[in-house]
């Protein structure tokens, strides 16, 4: 007969265990912060933004970076030339609290990794760094919210409809400043949002309107409007005829497609 205290041994030696019953999980969380700021930093590299604080509101903005473990720690601007040389590093950590399940004992984890961007987005993998000592997490202030939205498209509309038979640039203008809707509060900041660039172009009867906004980094948004020969057109720019096609976002645009 094999005493009991042998199989016992050898039971707990053969699964590996640190301790009799106990198995150590920090290698699989060390893992999983590794894959999640890789994924976070691919994530915020597009949009482009414009500096450190864009890219660490981009990163609070994400699912992670709304968790309870994660705080940017650093955002720093480097000095660069041209767009493939890093302009911006960040600094965040990912924390675990320590969890025991009986079976399973993982110890609260930090980990604490710096990544560099270009304007391109991020130049290689998060670099596994020492947190830095009595660092604050950092908050960037919020930005007023930028961009057309959908009611902007029947206001424009209307607005075109009722214009007079001749108005001259300044009636139009007054029109849309009536016409269009106003910048609503973000209930989250208490900003209200930066209304669109009104662009206006008048030929004799015919009107040519662009809407455009620039909604971060490359991000741009682009609604155009005309009233020729009395019919009324409204439309909108995707991101594709605005990035790769180049298409113009202008009142004369508007009257050159109509």
Same mark, same amino acid.
């Given at each position: 007969?094999?005493? &009991?205290?042998?199989?016992?041994?050898?039971?707990?030696?053969?699964?590996?265990?640190?301790?009799?019953?106990?198995?150590?999980?920090?290698?699989?969380?060390?893992? +999983?912060?590794?894959?999640?700021?890789?994924?976070?930093? #691919?994530?915020?590299?597009?949009?482009?933004?414009? +500096?450190?604080?864009?890219?660490?509101?981009?990163?609070?903005?994400?699912?992670?970076?709304?968790?309870?473990?994660?705080?940017?720690?650093?955002?720093? #601007?480097?000095?660069?030339?041209?767009?493939?040389?890093?302009?911006?590093?960040? %600094?965040?950590?990912?924390?675990?609290?320590?969890?025991?399940?009986?079976?399973?004992?993982?110890?609260?984890? #930090?980990? =604490?990794?710096?990544? +560099?961007?270009?304007?391109? /987005?991020?130049?290689?993998?998060?670099?596994?760094?020492?947190?830095?000592?009595?660092?604050?997490?950092?908050?960037?202030?919020?930005?007023?919210?930028?961009?057309?939205?959908?009611?902007?498209?029947?206001?424009?509309?209307?607005?075109?409809?009722?214009?007079?038979?001749?108005?001259?640039?300044?009636?139009?203008?007054?029109?849309?400043?009536?016409?269009?809707?106003?910048?609503?509060? #973000?209930?989250?900041?208490?900003?209200?949002?930066?209304?669109?660039?009104?662009?206006?172009?008048?030929?004799?009867?015919?009107?040519?309107?662009? &809407?455009?906004?620039?909604? /971060?980094?490359?991000?741009?948004?682009?609604?155009?409007?005309?009233?020729?020969?009395?019919?009324?057109? %409204?439309?909108?720019?995707?991101?594709?005829?605005? /990035?790769?096609?180049?298409?113009? =976002?202008?009142?004369?645009?508007?009257?050159? %497609?109509?």
């Amino acid at each position: 007969m094999v005493p &009991l205290q042998r199989v016992v041994t050898v039971a707990c030696a053969g699964l590996l265990l640190t301790s009799c019953g106990f198995l150590s999980g920090s290698g699989a969380v060390e893992g +999983d912060t590794a894959r999640q700021s890789q994924t976070l930093a #691919d994530a915020i590299g597009y949009p482009r933004q414009s +500096d450190a604080a864009g890219l660490a509101r981009a990163a609070l903005a994400t699912p992670l970076g709304k968790s309870a473990g994660f705080s940017v720690l650093v955002a720093e #601007d480097l000095p660069h030339e041209g767009p493939e040389e890093p302009m911006a590093r960040l %600094v965040w950590r990912i924390h675990h609290d320590a969890y025991d399940s009986g079976w399973k004992q993982t110890p609260a984890v #930090d980990a =604490c990794y710096e990544v +560099d961007f270009n304007y391109y /987005g991020v130049m290689a993998e998060p670099s596994r760094v020492t947190c830095p000592e009595n660092a604050t997490p950092i908050t960037p202030p919020p930005l007023p919210k930028r961009g057309i939205t959908p009611d902007f498209t029947p206001a424009l509309e209307a607005t075109l409809g009722a214009l007079p038979a001749a108005p001259g640039e300044a009636e139009v203008r007054a029109a849309l400043a009536a016409g269009l809707p106003a910048p609503k509060v #973000d209930p989250e900041t208490n900003l209200a949002s930066i209304p669109p660039r009104v662009l206006v172009h008048v030929r004799g009867s015919d009107v040519g309107v662009a &809407l455009s906004a620039n909604t /971060g980094g490359d991000g741009k948004q682009c609604v155009m409007g005309s009233r020729v020969g009395g019919a009324v057109r %409204v439309w909108s720019l995707n991101w594709r005829e605005l /990035g790769p096609m180049e298409k113009p =976002c202008s009142a004369e645009a508007a009257l050159a %497609v109509s």
